[in-house]
């Protein structure tokens, strides 16, 4: 099967990167089930990547339906070590506006629904997590979308909801009293399951309006926010092209060592079935 170390998952307008060449389809099962798609295996400036379509293409999943296990897996599966996460996300700040990028720091979980760990059924591990986002693909990310032509900051809370309708105002009120910055639907649990299972993450964030605490401002329709999540794109597309080839070939990051000590079952005391099912993850550690 082909392997890549590089991962990217795209988000809402990124269904394909089509600076990808020399493709494989892959069509992966995972004991999770299978990934929201095919993944595309292939290059990007001579480097390899998998490419995955959070949504599915066509997008048919909800944030809530994505099989955010199973993606994680199959890209896992596939050696990747680090995954470029692509999200539209809401603005919960004047100074970050519709059309900007954002390459944020911080995770608030008000998702309810999902499941968000690797480990069940007889086997507890517990990562840390104070740092959700990997700090030095964040970095190279960050440096990288500054030499395209588009605004983009550097940190922020982004705050994930369930979804799929978007915040009342009075949420949206007590989010920005909280001091986030974004607003979205899709980080977790993927950022917390990529870290159990050892891969750096990091996520680019594209505004896409200003949620619903502007009272100034009508909201936004979904045709308007598709528009710019188009626009944003082709830029997004264009930072992963340029950061492929300059993400560290040696890992030096915590992510890389997140389970050392993170498993509290004791190794006798775990199922055989569940050992099977985590080999990939856990292998290295029993």
Known sequence: MPQAKIGVIG??????IEEL??????????????????????????VEVAFLPRHGKGHH??????????????????????????????SLREEIKPGDLVIPDQLIDRTRNRVNSFFDGGIVAHVIFAEPFCPVLSQTLFETAR???ITVHQG???VIMEGPAFSTRAESHLYRSWGASLIG??????????????????????????DCWQEACAPIPIDTILETQRSQTRK??????????????????????ALKTAIVTAPKMIPAAQKKKLKLIIGKYL
């Open 185 to 210: 639907m899709t980080a977790l649990p993927e950022a917390k399951l990529a870290r159990e299972a050892e891969i750096c993450y990091a996520t680019i964030a594209g505004v896409t309006d200003y």
């Open 156 to 158: 922020g809370t982004y």
């Open 11 to 16: 988000g809402s307008a990124l269904y394909s």
């Open 61 to 90: 999943l909800s944030p809530t339906e994505v099989p955010y296990r199973a993606n994680i897996y199959a890209l896992k599966s596939l050696g990747v070590e680090h995954i470029i996460s692509v999200t539209a996300v809401g």
């Open 21 to 46: 060449t020399d493709i494989k389809e892959l069509d992966i099962d995972t004991p999770f089930g299978k990934p929201s798609d095919h993944i595309a295996v292939g290059k990007v400036s001579g």
């Open 236 to 257: 997004i597309r264009e930072i992963i092209t340029l950061a492929v080839s300059r993400i560290p070939e040696t890992r030096r990051c915590e992510c890389a060592t």
């Open 147 to 149: 030499e395209v032509d």
